[in-house]
Each structure stands twice: as C-alpha cells, then as structure tokens.
C-alpha cells in the first residue's frame, strides 16, 4: 500500500501535533504544510517533520489524500474556493476547529460535502504555534468526527483508523450534536467563569479582600476564565444558537434555585443539590482528557515547622521528580491537605504519591 500524502492548512499546535504524531507513527508518510509563518515551515522541515512547504496553497496539494484545514474558521472557508478545483475525486477534507456546524455550511455552499469528514481534537495547550506543537498533545484525547451526509462509508473509515493511529479516541457525531454538546460542556462553562469573575471582580472591596481569599472552590470554577478572550468571542459567535439555547436553560434553572432560596424550600434544594452531585460523581474519572487542560496535582499534609517544604521538594529532586508549582493553601474550605504541589505529567504525580506516602505523608488527591 503506497504511503498517505497528507496536507495541512495552517501549522500551529494543533495542525503541528497532528503532523509530528503522524510522522511518529508512520515514518513513510508524506507531509505538505501551507502557512504564513515562514518560520514554523523551516522549522518543520528542519524537524523532519514535513516533506514539502508553501507559503500559499498551491498544486501540489493536489496529491493529498486527506487535507488537514487547521487556520481559524473564516480563512478555512475562504480557501475552500481554493482548494475547489486542486482537489481529487478521493481526497479527504477535515478540519480541527471546535464548532461544527458552520464548518459544514460552508462544506455544503462550496459544493464540497462528498470530501468533508470534520473533526475536533478535544486538546490543546496554554501555549500557540507550531514550536509549542508535540506529537503525544492528542494522546489518549477524545477526537470527534462530523461526516458530511455524503462522505463514502470508505472515507469515514479512513479517518477512523487514522485518529487511532496517533493514539486519539474517535467518536463518531453530526455536527449538530457536537455543537450542542460542546455547548453544554464546554462553552457554556466559560461563559459561566467569566461571568462569575466579573461578578466577584465589580463586588471586590477597595482592600481586594475576595481575591485574596478565594481559595478552592472559586478557583476550580473559575479557572478556564484565564482562557484566551478572543477565541471565545470567536466560538459564542460561531456556535450562538446553541450556546443561546443552553444558556437560556441555564438562566431558568438559576431562576428556579433564587425562587427556590427565597421561598425556604429546603427540599428543592435538596433535591437539585443530590441529583446534581449523583451525575457529577457518576462521571468516570478516566485518563481520557477532557476538553480542558487537566491538573497533575496532590494535597499534602505537613506540620508547620520550619524546613517541612524544602524537605517534601528534597525528597522528590532526589528521585528525579519535577514539581511545576509548590505552595500553601491558605483557605482550605473546598480542599483537604495544606500543601499543594503540581506536576507536569500524571506519571510524576503517580510517582511522587507513592514516594511521598512511603515516607509518611498523608496524601490528598484531586478528581
């Protein structure tokens, strides 16, 4: 079987860990890369990660087999006018992008549907750009697919097989359930943590007294507010009839639990309080990644006593651990174990648990 000759749109973290995960586990197959940053070309090519680079969608691309699309959305869709006439009959479209259905819209006024299989790595990183891409990012990672209606069952296939050959999980929807689901799941959330961060931001005294004391509960909520601002006023915008939708639900509910404090009804309250704690502690705690960035972390108990954190750091330097951050939890309302240590990789956190408790520690771990 000759080697996949496979295209990408745009080269940056998810576009570049895409294309070194598929170098790893194919080192025969051929790779063309189209970006307007030169350097993450030369770079590419300098990794042995890409055969051939352009700086503009050319005809060479018409060898491809499948093309990755992996610019922001509105330049995806003005190169399909592009890529229209370079295409073959066979070749595979797919993009990376987190909303679906406008994607597909697009596919459809483009006359392009019998190529298009979208997708979405459910991945990514704090950090941008091709230099900041590497071929585990997907491991392990949920990757939706949204066939178009005439994609060959061939084609679906092909795709399928090649998500799990760099070690993604696919799971197969329409584009209307993805952005329905994404919705829900993720896009809401955020709308949710930035809303609850205003909130406590326009609250906040002159001395900032709630910032200095939110601890556990607020920060976990609220975390994915440090999200780039940009790329979800992007995604509220591309996906508004979902996230309108949901949110609307969401605004009712909230209604709901205010009438339901003002009236004094305890078992509303309780009742809404146990189903929502049922569902979330029947969500598996598997090592698939989510769609946010997870923490490696443990909650350590320690005496206060002068040296207690340069001993626990001592101890896991030695057995060559890296720690990413150290510190006291001041406010342990939400959190068992008064310091906190987080790792780059869950097999650090694994290991340093172990370590640590067989040298007495009382150890607190994170779902």
Known sequence: MQPLNIGFIGLGLIGGSIARALRRVTPDIKLIACDKDTDSLTAALSDGVINEAADHISGSFSKCDIIFLCAPVSINIKNLEILKPLIKDTCILTDVGSVKSSMHQAIREAGLSRHFI????????????????NDRLLENAY?????????????KETMVNLVRSIVSVPIVLTCQEHDSITAAISHLPHIIAYTLVNLVRETDNDEGMMRQLAAGGFKDITRIASSSPIMWQQI????HRPVLDVLDKYIDMLKNISKAI??????????????????????????????LKPYYEI????????GAIATIATILATNGISIKNIGIIHNREFQEGVLRIEFYEADAMENASALLRRFHYTIHERN
């Open 118 to 133: 979208g997708g979405h790595p459910m991945a990514g990183s704090e950090k941008s750009g091709y230099l900041s891409s």
């Open 143 to 155: 990757y939706i697919l949204t066939p178009s209606h005439q994609a060959s069952e061939a084609m």
């Open 236 to 239: 509220c915008s591309e996906n």
């Open 299 to 306: 909650y350590v108990d320690i005496i206060d006593e002068s």
């Open 262 to 291: 003002e009236n004094d009804n305890k078992q509303m309250l309780l009742n809404t309080f146990t189903a929502a704690k049922d569902y979330r502690d029947d969500i598996p705690a598997s090592k698939v990644r989510s769609v």
